[in-house]
C-alpha cells in the first residue's frame, strides 16, 4: 500500500550518473512525499557512463507513496546549463509552482513547507 502524499507541491529533480548522491536526496524528497514528482535525467557521455546511470535509476523506482510521477530520461548529453534549461522548461509545462533539486541539494525537511509557504504567498 502506497502512503498519501504530504507535501502539496511538485518536486523536480536533476541527475546524471552519481547514485550515492542522489540517494541522499531521494530519501528526504521520500521523506517529504511530495503530491507530484518530476524525475530528470541528462543522457551519457558515453559508455562509461551507463553504470551510473542505471544505478541512478533503480535508486528513483522506490516511490513509496501515492503520487504524479512525470520522468524525463535524455538518450544524449546535454550538459549542465542546457539540461538545466530543458528539465524546467519540461517541469513548468505541466506545474505552475515546482520546488527544483539537484543530485547534490540535500534538502532538511522543512525545507519542503517553506518552500511551499513561500510559493503561495508569493504566487
Known amino acids: ?7 502539496d507541491v511538485a518536486v523536480l529533480i536533476l541527475f546524471f550518473n552519481r547514485p550515492d548522491h ?3 536526496v531521494f530519501d528526504e524528497v521520500r521523506r517529504a512525499r511530495p503530491s507530484r514528482l518530476f524525475l530528470y535525467q541528462d543522457g551519457p557521455r558515453g ?3 551507463m553504470e551510473g546511470i542505471t544505478a541512478c535509476r533503480r535508486v528513483v523506482e522506490n ?6 510521477v512525470q520522468r524525463l530520461y535524455q ?3 546535454y550538459g549542465c546549463d542546457p539540461s538545466e534549461f530543458i528539465s ?23 525545507f ?10 508569493y504566487e
Open 63 to 68: 516511490i513509496d507513496w501515492q503520487c504524479d
Open 1 to 7: 500500500m502506497k502512503h498519501p502524499f504530504k507535501t
Open 47 to 49: 559508455p562509461h557512463d
Open 88 to 110: 524546467q522548461k519540461w517541469a513548468f509545462s505541466m506545474a505552475d509552482k515546482c520546488i527544483v533539486l539537484e543530485d547534490d541539494d540535500v534538502p532538511s525537511q522543512s
Open 22 to 24: 542522489l540517494r541522499e
Open 112 to 121: 519542503f513547507p517553506f518552500c511551499k509557504e513561500l510559493l503561495d504567498r
Open 75 to 77: 538518450e544524449k548529453n
